[in-house]
Nanobody, 122 residues
Framework: HVQLVESGGVSVPPGGSMTLSCTPS????????MGWFRQAPGKQREGVAA????????FYADSVKGRFTLSRDNVKNTVSLELLSANHDDTGMYYC????????????????WGQGTQVTVS
C-alpha cells in the first residue's frame, strides 16, 4: 500500500508564493510517476504538474507553466511543488498522486491519491 501525505497548503495574497510537499511511504517500488492535481470550488479536477521518479523530466499544465516548479528530492523521497506569483485561479484543493508507467504528463490513470492540502489565494 502506498501512502501519500501532502503538506504546505496555506493562505497567501495574490502574487505570493508557497511550496507544497508530498511524502510517499509504504510500497512505492512500482511507482513511476508523481503528479500534482488541483480542484477549485465548482470546477473539475485538473492536472498541474508531473515528474518521472526515475529522472527529472517534468510536465506542466499551460495555466501554471512558468510559475510552478516541480522537483524531486531523492534523499528525502519527497516531491515538492513550488508555486510562484499565485493568483486567485490557483485556489483549490491540491492532491498528490502516483501511477505506474506510462507518460507522466498524461493525467489519466493516476491510481493513488493523497488526502489533499488546501491552497487559498485571496
Amino acid at each position: 500500500h502506498v501512502q501519500l501525505v501532502e503538506s504546505g497548503g496555506v493562505s497567501v495574497p495574490p502574487g505570493g508564493s508557497m511550496t507544497l510537499s508530498c511524502t510517499p511511504s509504504g510500497y512505492t517500488t512500482r511507482t513511476n510517476c508523481m503528479g500534482w492535481f488541483r480542484q477549485a470550488p465548482g470546477k473539475q479536477r485538473e492536472g498541474v504538474a508531473a515528474i518521472y521518479t526515475s529522472g527529472g523530466n517534468t510536465f506542466y499544465a499551460d495555466s501554471v507553466k512558468g510559475r510552478f516548479t516541480l522537483s524531486r528530492d531523492n534523499v528525502k523521497n519527497t516531491v515538492s511543488l513550488e508555486l510562484l506569483s499565485a493568483n486567485h485561479d490557483d485556489t483549490g484543493m491540491y492532491y498528490c498522486a502516483a501511477k505506474r508507467g506510462g507518460n507522466c504528463g498524461d493525467w489519466a490513470q493516476y491510481h493513488n491519491w493523497g488526502q489533499g492540502t488546501q491552497v487559498t489565494v485571496s
